[in-house]
């Protein structure tokens, strides 16, 4: 009889041991499910901010290009404007020589 009992006793004990042990088991199951959830999600998020970024950085490229360009345009223009103004000065200096010479 005593035999029997601490075998029903051992039963029991190993039911509750496989009872805790599978709500432990869910518990876990539940919380890992959810990080992992959490995982995709960010994974998502981190591809789309990359194709962001990477059209931000051609779009980028494109304005530095065009700064760039309208830049040397204007360096280019400013260059011609100043040999311009020098040519004028020169014409300006032999004309008011010229004036000198014929009022003398």
């Known amino acids: ?3 029997k009992n601490i075998r029903e006793l051992k039963m029991i004990d190993t039911q509750l041991f496989y009872w805790i042990g599978g709500l432990i088991m869910s518990v876990l199951g539940y919380f890992l499910k959810d990080t992992i959830d959490s995982l995709k999600e ?3 998020d981190l591809i789309e901010v990359r194709k962001d970024l990477s059209e931000a950085c051609t779009r980028l490229d ?3 290009n065009d700064h760039l360009n309208k830049h040397d345009a204007l360096s280019e223009k400013f260059d011609d404007l100043k040999d311009s103004m ?3 000065t020169k014409e ?3 004309l008011t020589l010229e004036i000198s010479k014929k009022k003398d």
């Open 86 to 88: 020098l040519s004028l």
């Open 42 to 44: 960010t994974k998502r």
């Open 92 to 94: 300006i200096k032999a």
């Open 62 to 64: 494109v304005l530095k």
């Open 1 to 3: 009889m005593i035999d």
